[in-house]
Nanobody, 123 residues
């Protein structure tokens, strides 16, 4: 059974930095896509950053150069380093991975989500 375990959220003052981590555990053959999404207030979940097989990260427009996504394939981990946080960044941040597993019928991939980690930025 695959699980994504997030860590690094918390309460932080505006202007400071925070790094989120996410590690995948379980029966995993390969991971092709990794990323972070967030839900701010009552809005829909939006993409913060994502990296796929091209290995070039893409970012949401609101990031404006403040965040950096990185991955460690050996550790099955993805990280989001966030600089210059502001109160508008407050929300629940979710890790997402597209993971392939081997089944009797052959390999199959699907999207997995972490449970989310709260990030609160005070002014």
């Amino acid at each position: 059974q695959v699980q994504l375990v997030e860590s690094g959220g918390g309460l932080i003052q505006a202007g400071n930095s925070l790094t989120l981590s996410c590690v995948a555990t379980g029966d995993i053959t390969t991971i092709t896509g990794m990323g972070w999404f967030r839900r701010v207030g009552g809005a829909q979940r939006e993409v913060v950053a994502h990296i796929g097989i091209s290995d070039v990260p893409t970012y949401g427009n609101f990031v404006r150069g403040r965040f950096t996504l990185s991955r460690d394939n050996a550790k099955k981990a993805v990280y989001l380093h966030m600089n210059n946080l502001n109160p508008e960044d407050t929300g629940v941040y979710y890790c997402q991975m597209y993971i392939y597993q081997n089944f009797e019928t052959g390999p199959a991939g699907m999207t997995f989500w972490g449970e989310g980690t709260q990030v609160t930025v005070s002014s």
